[in-house]
């Protein structure tokens, strides 16, 4: 019994002391920790499995077998064996410490068990066992053999855990007696012969022995760096329903045929992507720091298996045998020291979030690391067909293995994979955070490059149509000039047609090819928009320290009071386009949806953004009640509409060639019964009507050459506009202008 200890100061109540107890444990808890820590059978089979594994066994034998008269499981392995030792300070103690070495002593194994969870898988299967081990002494090299009986419902009602005795008992055997253990578990909680059937078998083989034909990387080729090698290790079934065979040929024959397969790696904080296509052996490639704690990093390689036309021709095996396999072994797992662990990737799990976001059309990427390195553009976003985001594969569509190497942690602030207690899954910490970011990542770099190679066929297969049609209209026109039936006036009138016609197929493809290279100047634009806006804040800090040393030094030099003042203007206009760039960036995202007052963003737009326009004579008049409400669309978005036509205006009345009319910019907005509408004129120079559509495109510009303190006029201000008023589900268009106004580009949004 433990023994309380209490104290009484003297000359004070007996009712008023102190004292200190220990916990006390029931030993009952056994039995919880049994029931709570192990989730299903194949966690329970696989856990000894493990055990086996750490023990250096090569193999380890499952054996369904019968024992006093009833159906028992008997596990066997031929490894390092159990000494007195190990049973008294391993097995006896729960939660021990000793499995946090890294790798096994011999063999250099990754270590799998952590803190006894092996003992409360038996305790899960059965309420009986019977261990018997059989070790060698290092130093004198003697074999000892170790039994003990758990007899688990004796063990429950012994009430304190410490009175919950097990009796051993060790003996000396041959030297030669071969080393390893045995578990016999009996008086089993359920019928083994139905409750491990095939299908939970063959998850359990998952599990244990991941698909062969996927590389692990250096995950793969650790054991071989040890002393003596690793001969290997293997689970073998006996008793039990035949589990199907021959996958590894299907396995090879999918890897080699796959549409498409990736492989990445984590080395410390170099991340590394790789993307080869199986139809003309395309390699993508990108290279990126990303700083983590992943200790020993992390290498995946699966492959894109899309049901497509020309998908898994010429391969000696079946097609429906091959999309047979793909149904019943899809989806990406992760091996963690060599041992697939669930949930992921199996049929009931969706970590990476794939089936999720395909069933809603998830539009933006979810991975950072996509955002980044790989942004999608506004323009894309809103266009089903050129958005990749949209062309991210599902689940079924991908198979293969994340390959890691967790570690056992009492560090609740440990930034590396820590496995979950129950043996589900891994904590969701940082490190987990890194996987899935890393792994979707990939996925959705594969879905970029993907969908950037459809739009290049088709674009092939177009340009491949368009010269079939040129050369239809040549050989139209010259069986045209040779047909004798015409008269001359209407062969030269037809001959005509179809020459003006090969002209214009030809500018369309001109204009049609620069406009697809500014596309990707802009995509560029956004990475910088992103980074200008990210890094902006360091660089005002620097200059507030420039401009507070400058006043400090102006009292005693009164010529630098004007540089002063020049400094801090420029600062304030440096502020002002950091913060036109973060709209366009905050655009990009569709939160903070809701309802709002029209006058109120108008006129924060004009407070932050006329300084400029004001300077240079230009007035600004906003015609808005103060009940007009904007539909439920992101704040950011409405401002960056207000602000590009704004300043599109300033710059249109400051490239006119004269000052006949008044400079004068009119913002209004207003709502009918089914619309909002925003309007902006100006008394600029005019948009000429052959150029109302051309204005619309990426980086086409009448003001390029304007010496503008608003900017260059680099063309992409009103292709922002009208992509996001079509993410709104609006449209803008050029509308005739009010009298006294040159120019009116006019928005509507729907209200409902």
């Not at 007696?177 to 009996?186: A, D, F, N, Y």
């Not at 200790?295 to 020309?310: C, E, V, W």
Request: hydrophobic fraction near 40%.
């Amino acid at each position: 019994m433990n023994e309380v200890v209490a104290t009484v100061d003297a000359g004070q109540s007996p009712e008023r002391r102190s004292a200190s107890i220990p916990f006390e444990v029931e030993a009952r808890l056994l039995q919880e920790l049994g029931e709570r820590l192990v989730a299903s059978p194949e966690v329970a089979l696989l856990e000894l499995i493990k055990n086996a594994n750490d023990a250096e066994a090569l193999s380890c034998k499952l054996i369904l077998s019968s024992y006093r008269g009833k159906h028992a499981l008997l596990i066997e392995d031929d490894g390092n064996g159990m000494s007195e030792a190990d049973f008294r300070e391993r097995w006896m103690r729960i939660a021990t410490s000793s499995k946090k070495e890294a790798f096994t002593p011999r063999f250099g194994r990754p270590v799998t068990g952590q803190k006894g969870i092996g003992r409360f898988a038996i305790r899960f299967l059965g309420a009986a066992l019977k261990l018997q081990s059989f070790s060698r002494d290092a130093a004198s090299g003697r074999c000892y053999s170790l039994e003990a009986v758990f007899d688990w419902k004796r063990l429950d009602s012994a009430g304190s855990l410490n009175n919950a005795l097990v009796s051993f008992r060790v003996e000396r055997v041959e030297d030669d007696h071969p080393t390893g253990t045995q578990l016999r578990v009996w008086r089993l909680k359920q019928n083994m012969v139905t409750a491990v059937d095939k299908p939970l078998l063959t998850r359990v083989l998952k599990i244990a022995s991941p698909i062969g034909a996927f590389d692990g990387g250096p995950f793969d080729v650790k054991r071989a760096k040890t002393k003596k090698g690793d001969p290997g290790f293997g689970v073998d079934f006996v008793g039990f329903p035949a589990l199907p065979t021959g996958t590894t040929d299907i396995a090879a024959s999918v890897l080699e045929h796959a549409w498409a397969r990736v492989t990445i790696s984590l080395v410390d904080d170099l991340l590394r992507y790789k993307i080869r296509f199986a139809e003309d052996g395309e390699v993508y490639e990108k290279e990126l720091l990303f700083p983590n704690g992943l200790k020993r990093g992390l290498h995946a390689d699966f492959a894109f298996t899309p049901k497509r036309k020309d998908a898994f021709l010429g391969v000696r095996v079946l097609r429906p045998e091959i999309w047979g396999w793909l149904k019943d072994n899809s989806g990406i797992g992760v091996v963690d020291n060599g041992f697939r662990i669930r949930p992921y990737g199996f049929n009931d799990d969706d970590w990476l979030y794939l089936n999720q976001d395909g069933s809603h059309n998830r539009r933006e990427w979810r991975s950072p690391i996509s955002e980044e390195h790989w942004p999608i553009l506004p323009g894309e976003q809103i266009k089903p067909k050129l958005n990749p985001a949209l062309n991210v594969a599902a689940t079924s569509q991908l198979i293969g293995y994340v390959y890691v190497s967790s570690r056992a942690s009492d560090d609740p602030e440990e930034a590396d994979l820590i496995p979950a207690m129950d043996r589900e899954g891994f904590l969701l910490n940082a490190g987990y955070a890194s996987v899935v970011d890393i792994v979707r990542g990939g996925i959705e770099y594969l879905a970029s490059v993907d969908k950037s190679r459809q739009l290049r066929f088709e674009e092939e297969r177009a340009e491949d149509e368009r010269e079939s049609l040129r050369a239809d209209l040549a050989e139209t026109a010259a069986g045209i000039q040779a047909d004798p039936r015409l008269a001359p006036e209407e062969k030269a009138a037809l001959v005509q047609h179809f020459s003006q016609l090969a002209t214009r197929l030809v500018k369309q493809e001109e204009y049609d090819r620069a406009a697809r290279q500014r596309l990707e100047i802009a995509a560029g634009m956004g990475v910088v928009a992103g980074f200008m806006t990210h890094e902006a804040e360091r660089l005002f800090l620097s200059l507030d320290d420039v401009i507070g040393e400058v006043r400090e030094l102006a009292g005693g030099h009164p010529a630098l009071a004007s540089k002063l003042d020049t400094l801090t203007a420029c600062r304030a206009n440096l502020d002002g386009y950091i913060r036109y760039t973060r709209l366009y960036t905050d655009s990009l995202r569709l939160d903070n949806v809701k309802p709002f007052n029209a006058a109120g963003q108008i006129g924060w737009i004009k407070e932050n953004f006329s300084h400029i326009a004001e300077s240079r004579g230009i007035e600004t008049e906003i015609l808005c009640e103060e009940d007009v409400e904007v539909p439920a669309i992101p704040v950011a978005l409405y401002s960056a509409l207000v602000l590009n036509l704004y300043t599109n205006a300033a710059k249109a009345i400051l490239a006119r060639s004269d000052d006949s009319l008044p400079k004068t910019i009119s913002i209004s907005a207003w709502n009918d019964q089914r619309k909002h509408h925003l309007t902006v004129q100006d008394t600029g120079s005019g948009i000429p009507p052959e150029l109302r559509e051309r204005i619309w495109d990426p980086f086409y510009t009448t003001t390029s050459r304007v010496n503008s303190p608003l900017g260059s006029g680099m063309g992409l201000g009103l292709a922002l506009v009208r992509e996001l008023t079509e993410r709104a589900g609006g449209s803008v268009r050029v509308d005739e202008p009010s009298p006294g106004f040159m120019t009116c580009m006019h928005i509507a949004i729907p209200r409902k």
